[in-house]
């Protein structure tokens, strides 16, 4: 007898769709599996033998073969137990071959006979396109968002065999539920920020704007925990943003949360000892998802910057500026989104005080080195640069409270309603023609840009970034009438925000 | 041994010493106390101790002499001489109209030199020294102090490092005056790299020196030697900035032994980089707040009087007058001048002072710096760089 069922295996953040056919024949009992499976797939066998039997089914005592197609595509992990067993059950008849043909099933199976949860599963039901599909009750909401009103889930074998016998009534239909929370409790508020006003409204702007900041000061003036505030400023994820963020969280294996979609933007924060594989994507046939696509729709925080290898920091330019990053391997290649806000923060040389006529103990040659592992281009590619310096003791002891996460997120998403409005999600995905319209500059701020390119202040890159960052002061600016053009005063703010100390980065920075 | 008419035995036997492994300008006067450089090469040459030379001195050992004997048969006198003289360098010896160090009781060996070597026996000279990791205010009084004091006629020496050496040559060569730079490696050897530009104009405008050969590497022994140098050319030493144990504190120690005044610049007290400097005011060494204090001490004239080098306004109505043409605040501009006038501040601490969102005082800032009453490094705010 043959069976055969809809199922899938995930490469990057993309399912790939599998169908597992089961022949069950007279002959010598064996089991075969073909269909290039990689060794965690083929450890199924003793996975679904040891189901079927916990669950009171019968192993055929006949000769099995299972192919997985279709065959050039390599299959790893244990998604595809679930199908298989039913596949074999309906192929020896225990279930009526006729109820698998418009199901798909992905699953994991126990010893026991129950069904557990799946790396990736929000990919892996997006590939599956039969009008049913099994899946285990972990991530199943989010499946039923990418598949809503197809998806039911099931914790144990023994009653899907039973419902697909007809014995039993059939799990219901797994609800979408797109909502979800809207945010979890961020522990990291900005009112606990004490001074620092400076780097405060920075980062106001780079959520403001979706400018790329990054962070210089000596260690313990708060650079992490000013990064760590600013996720809590973003909006929450719009529906196709979130389902794509869902997707590679759930693709790399990542926690989703029970009730639906990642709606609250994610915060990844490497250690500066990761491997460019995990950092970008990659790995094993399934090419994960590395932590610049976890961080897709939020912030991706790189401390110590230059302690990172260089060859990680330079894989970032690619994604940075597109919002996707492309792993190629010889026998694949995905395209992941890797769409994030960078936040960075490093000392300004190895011995961390820095800057001029401090306490700094760094040779001229070793701070030289320690800024070279910055590339021009990527420092270009920071809207934002600040200046970090410890604040007042007497701030810390017993400064005023600050202005609390909430209140500048208010801000923050008047300013990206302001975006909205000219068709982007943020200012700095503005495209290039569009500045000319949605930002002109008064006669004084286009003599004051003139001036600064021919000086050489200004990079073509730069000149750009500093009139988009201008315009999202000017959308943070509620007293600001729109449309206005962009004057003197705000370009000149602007061009403060891009500042570098020189004895960091050199003069030309 | 003969070498091409112009240059003497002497120098090209001292060229030798100077080529030796592990020898400086100590353990070379030691060799020529056997009477002349052409003698102690003679004796080197013959695997022979001259009798004047005694007991080898701490750390010559008899190892390192046999390589001398072994290394000073290999050199090729003529070579040594071509590569020294290529690129339009001139080498100098105590016979030479120009030496400088007639009277001093440590005298290089040898000077190369690039440039115009006549500047060197230039009086009067000062020398401006100071640390490298200097403030953006050192920075600034250097520039002003090299300035001025060229202009009045004053040589102005320096050793081409970072920071205060810098500045101070490059305002000697703003003001087209006498810039002597020392180096403490050889001439062909830019340290710190970043300075190959001054090197040239010094080169090209003043002069520039070294008592090492080419090819000489940046070594820690080298500064301290080199500041000897400084201090055996000038009339007086000028210390800007320098950290509580600065290697300008040891030009200022050679000065001391070759009675030469030393000036120091008063630093605020919150600042490390005047740490040094203001010790040395606090046991007596001259104050110098501008170029006139200097050019009183040389008995020469200032060709246009300043009130000092960081003018800091002293009350409103003067920097209204400066300022009000082209600043709409000028109250905004007296408060941030008062508060960067003792060094560089945070923009963080202007906000807390001034009690102003950072947008739009970054937008103020910035354009008092396009007017030049203040500089901008990062997110520091200073009195700027002239």
Redesign the interface.
């Known amino acids: 007898m043959l069976a055969t069922i809809q199922s899938a295996v995930v490469v990057g953040v993309t399912g790939h769709s599998v169908s597992v056919e089961v022949h069950v024949s007279n002959g010598l009992p064996g089991y075969t599996l073909v269909g290039l499976p990689d060794a965690s797939c083929r450890e199924s066998r003793d996975r679904v033998r040891a189901a079927i039997l916990s669950s009171g089914l019968k192993w055929p005592a006949k000769r099995v073969t299972i192919n997985l197609a279709p065959t050039e595509l390599r299959k790893h992990g244990a998604s595809l137990d679930l199908p298989i067993a039913l596949a074999i059950l309906a192929a020896s008849e225990q279930i009526p071959p006729d109820s698998l043909r418009h199901v798909g099933a992905v699953g994991e199976l126990g010893l026991d006979g129950s069904v557990r949860a799946v790396p990736g599963l929000v990919c892996l039901a997006d590939a599956i396109s039969s009008t049913e599909l099994i899946v285990p009750v972990e991530g199943a909401r989010q499946a039923a968002v990418v598949r809503p009103g197809a998806v039911r889930s099931v914790e144990h074998l023994r009653p899907l065999v039973a419902a697909l016998a007809g014995d039993e009534p059939v799990p219901s239909i797994v609800e979408p539920d797109p909502t979800g929370p809207v945010s979890e409790a961020c522990t990291a508020d900005l009112r606990h920020v004490r001074?620092?006003?400076?780097?405060r409204?920075a980062l106001e702007v780079a959520a403001a704007g979706g400018h790329h900041i990054l962070l210089?000061g000596p260690p313990g003036a708060g650079k992490t925990m000013l990064a760590s505030r600013l996720v809590g400023l973003l909006p929450p994820l719009a529906n196709s943003r979130a389902i794509e963020t869902t997707r590679v969280h759930s693709a790399a294996g990542l926690e989703v949360p029970s009730t639906g979609l990642i709606r609250t933007p994610p915060f990844r924060a490497p250690h500066h000892g990761a491997s460019f594989v995990s950092m970008v994507g990659g790995g094993s046939s399934s090419l994960r998802p590395g932590e610049i696509s976890c961080a897709h729709g939020g912030v991706l925080f790189l401390d110590e910057l230059g302690e990172f290898p260089v060859s990680v920091l330079d894989s970032l330019r690619q994604p940075l500026e597109e919002g996707v990053v492309r792993v190629s391997r010889a026998a694949r290649s995905a395209t992941m989104p890797a769409d994030f806000l960078l936040v960075a923060a490093m000392n300004p040389c190895p011995c961390g005080q820095g800057?001029?006529?401090?306490?700094?103990r760094c040779s001229?040659a070793a701070r030289a080195r320690y800024s070279r592992r910055l590339s021009g281009p990527l420092l270009d590619r920071f809207g934002i640069?600040?200046?970090?310096?410890p604040?007042?003791p007497s701030?810390l002891l017993d400064g005023p409270n600050e202005e609390t996460s909430v209140e500048v997120a208010a801000r923050v998403c008047s300013a990206r309603q302001k975006a909205n409005e000219r068709g982007v999600r943020c200012n700095a995905l503005l495209a290039h023609g569009q500045l000319e319209t949605v930002a002109p500059l008064t006669a004084g701020a286009k003599n004051?840009l003139r001036v600064m390119l021919e000086e050489g202040q200004l990079t073509g890159r730069g000149l750009r970034q500093v009139r988009v960052l201008a315009l999202t002061?000017a959308d943070?600016?509620d007293d600001r009438e729109p449309g206005k053009p962009l004057d003197?005063?705000?370009l000149?703010?602007a061009?403060?925000?891009r500042?570098?100390?020189?004895?960091?980065f050199g003069e030309a920075a | 041994m003969s070498g091409p008419l112009d240059v003497s035995d002497e120098i090209i036997a001292k060229l030798m010493i100077l080529s030796l492994p592990k020898v400086g300008p100590a353990r070379a006067a030691w060799l020529l106390q056997a009477g002349s450089a052409v003698e102690a090469v003679r004796h080197l040459e013959h695997r022979s101790l001259a009798p004047s030379w005694g007991r080898l001195p701490s750390g010559v050992s008899k190892t390192l002499v046999n390589t001398w004997f072994d290394h000073i048969r290999k050199l090729n006198s003529s070579e040594l001489l071509a590569e020294e003289l290529n690129q339009g360098a001139e080498i100098l010896d105590d016979q030479h109209g120009d030496w400088p160090f007639s009277d001093d009781p440590e005298p290089p060996l040898l000077l190369f030199c690039k440039g115009d070597t006549s500047l060197l026996g230039r009086q009067p000279s000062v020398a401006i020294v100071g640390t490298r990791r200097c403030t953006a205010v050192g920075r600034r009084v250097a520039f002003t102090l090299g300035a001025d004091l060229a202009e009045a006629g004053v040589a102005i020496v320096s050793g081409l490092a970072a920071g205060i050496d810098t500045a101070a040559h490059r305002g000697a060569l703003s003001s087209d005056g006498a810039v002597i730079g020392i180096a403490g490696t050889g001439l062909d050897v830019v340290y710190p790299a970043s300075n190959y530009d001054l090197w040239q104009e010094v080169a090209s405008r003043g002069v520039l020196a070294a008592e090492s050969r080419r090819g000489t590497k940046p070594e820690r022994w080298r500064f301290p030697a080199r500041n000897r140098l400084i201090a055996g050319l000038v009339d007086a030493v000028i210390v800007v900035e320098s950290h509580k144990s600065g290697g300008a504190l040891l030009t200022v120690d050679e000065a001391a032994e070759r009675g030469c005044p030393v000036f120091a610049v008063p630093g605020s007290v919150m600042s490390p980089a005047s740490d040094g400097s203001n010790n040395l005011l606090r046991d007596g060494c001259n104050v110098v707040t501008s170029a006139d204090d200097v050019l009183a001490y040389l008995d020469l004239v200032s060709p246009h009087p300043r009130p000092g080098v960081a003018q800091v306004p002293e009350d409103e109505s003067s920097i209204e007058q400066q300022a009000l043409p082209l600043s709409p605040s000028p109250d905004l501009l007296t408060a941030v001048v008062l508060q960067t006038s003792a060094g560089p501040v945070h923009i963080d601490q202007l906000v807390v002072e001034l009690g102003m969102h950072p947008a739009q005082l970054l937008g103020h800032l910035r354009r008092f710096e396009q007017q030049g009453h203040v500089s901008i490094d990062g997110s520091t705010v200073c009195l700027p760089d002239l």
């Open positions: 001074g620092q006003p400076m780097a409204w210089v800057g001029t006529g401090g306490t700094c001229d640069r600040v200046e970090v310096k604040p007042d701030l004051l002061l943070l600016d003197v005063d705000v000149h703010a061009v403060g925000l500042g570098v100390p020189a004895s960091v």
